[in-house]
Structure formats: structure tokens, C-alpha cells
């Protein structure tokens, strides 16, 4: 089954239930199934699954998305000199926090990635002409060697497949001088959640589960500068309003 298969049960799911928690159950459900009937080899399966995340993010739908604080912001206002870097965000959703970023910081050009397309397609109606979004993967980003001076992960590092591919990807595209890797997530990690029928979801295997702190060394980034713990206010239209935990950490070479 193709990846644009996949997405598209999102959609078919929600008009026949008419209820976006139950259509969310159901893609990851059947994704589930495809894989126990189908026995792909393991990348195949992954890419499954990555689909079918992705087809629960278009029926989702977030009202907002995943911001740092104040403070860390300031941080990187306080501290970022590549101005001839650009600034990336994986898993950017409807973008609000790149706009942000985009109006504290001084970079020729914003990048804005996100594995669902609607969300993708929302944050490209309100950017402006140096802020950049499409659909993309953050284990296989579109970007050529060190051409990054801050790369932003939030919320997604218990989501990817790989968390370590996805760090790796990070050490590749960022400056190997005066650069900044931001990785923040719910605290603790969900790397599963459960259907309301009881059928688990594994995001990520057992054996690519890493912590935030694994994930800023493997992308080479050996100190943390700054680090801080808050709670999320988010809201969506599956799940309404949900406060989440989390560590956000900022780190520098």
C-alpha cells in the first residue's frame, strides 16, 4: 500500500464515523492491520506507520502548535550571529512558532517542514515571502550540509520512527560552528499510546528509543546551554483543549 493510500484513510475514516477520535483509532488500527496480513520487511512497515501518523495529524487538526518560552527565545535572540544560516523547523505543524521565530530572529530564509500536508498547507497561507513550508520527513531533510544555524524539534522526537536518524539529519544540515539544535517534547516521552479498544500503537520501537539528551549528543552537540521544564497549553479539534509536561533543551557548538 503507497504512503498517499495510507494518508488518504484519514479522511475516508472520519466521514464514516463522523467523530475525528474514532477516525484517528481506526487509521492506526487498519495501518495495523495492513502490516500483520501484508509481513512487510521492517522499513516498509515503518513507512507504513509514518503514514498513517501522518493521516492522524490531517484529521487532527491543531489550533495552534507547540511553542518555547519566552525565555529560551530570547536565548536565541541573545546569541544567534549565523545570519547567513537558515532556520529550520521539523514537525513544524501550522507553523505559528517558525512565524515567531521568523520575527525575533535575523536570517535570510525560514524553513518549515511537517509530515501532514494540511497542516503544511495552512502555515503556507499566512507566510510571508522569506518563510519557506512543504511536506517533508526529518529523517531524510531536503537540505545540504551546514547550511542551518538553528534547527528546531518539538513534540516530535517520541513520533519519528528513528529518533537517532532524525538526530543524526540534525548534525548534518547544522553549522558546525555558532549553531543551536532546540529539542523539546512532552516530558516524559510517549512513545505509544493506546486505542480506545486497548490495541497499542508503538511510534518507536524499543530499540530507537532515545532521550532528548541522547539525541542533542548523537547530533554533536556535547553541552546543553540552556534548559528548562514547562507545561504546554494546546488545544485541537479531535481532542479539544490538553495541557502536556515538557524539557526543552537548547543545545550549542
Known sequence: ??????????????????????????????????????????????????????????VEIYKGTFVLSQDQLKFLARNFRNY?????????????????????????????????????????????????FFQGDIKRLPIKENKAGIYVLNNVFDRVSNPRKASLEADRILSERDSFFVLSNCDPLQFYYKTETGLKIDFVSKKNQISLEEGLNIAGFRSCLSSEKGVWKIETIAYEKEKLPYKSLIGGR
Do not use: H
Open 84 to 132: 547567513n544560516n537558515i532556520i529550520v523547523e521539523g514537525a513544524c505543524a501550522t507553523g505559528e512558532y517558525l512565524l515567531k521565530l521568523a520575527d525575533n530572529l535575523d536570517s535570510k530564509l525560514y524553513l518549515g517542514l511537517d509530515i501532514s500536508g494540511a497542516m503544511v498547507r495552512e502555515a503556507q497561507q499566512k507566510a510571508p515571502d522569506n518563510v519557506l
Open 1 to 58: 500500500m503507497t504512503w498517499s493510500k495510507v494518508v488518504s484513510l484519514g479522511p475516508f475514516l472520519l466521514r464514516r464515523y463522523s467523530n475525528r477520535k474514532k477516525a484517528i483509532d481506526g487509521v492506526f488500527e487498519t495501518a495495523k492491520n495492513i502490516i500483520k496480513t501484508a509481513k512487510p520487511d521492517k522499513e516498509t512497515e515503518t513507512d507504513i506507520m509514518q503514514a498513517a501518523t501522518a493521516a492522524r495529524y490531517d
